[in-house]
């Protein structure tokens, strides 16, 4: 059974930075690429980084590069978020998910980890 468990979330100030992790189960963790997601209110998730099995490649999408970081921790089956410089667009529900650019688990999504970016 594949699980996706995200924490570290919580309220931060515009200009703060927060760091997310994802504790991954039920599919060979090392294996495999790992992206990260954000959903505001509606029904799209957006995609955010993207960081390849062995971590040497990672990818960002427009709105947070440079601002985010992804990274892994195979021993731990945990991915990571470093997200820094945040701004009051960043307030939604974060995601991780298997694969690259599109989750490859769709229907096995964690319960997400709030973020609310707010002075």
């Known amino acids: 059974q594949v699980q996706f468990v995200e924490s570290g979330g919580g309220l931060v100030q515009p200009g703060g930075s927060l760091r997310l992790s994802c504790v991954a189960s039920?599919?060979?963790?090392?294996?495999?690429?790992m992206s990260w997601y954000r959903q505001t209110p509606g029904p799209e998730r957006e995609w955010l980084a993207s960081?390849?099995?062995?971590?040497?490649?990672?990818n960002y999408a427009d709105s947070v590069k440079g601002r985010f970081t992804i990274s892994r921790d195979n021993a731990k089956n945990t991915v990571y978020l470093q997200m820094s410089s945040l701004k009051p667009e960043a307030t939604a529900v974060y995601y991780c998910?298997?694969?690259?650019?599109?989750?490859?688990?769709?229907?096995?999504w964690g319960q997400g980890t709030q973020v609310t970016v707010s002075a």
């Open positions: 998910n298997a694969g690259a650019l599109s989750p490859r688990w769709s229907t096995s």
């Open positions: 960081i390849s099995p062995t971590g040497i490649t990672t």
């Open positions: 039920g599919f060979r963790f090392s294996s495999d690429a």
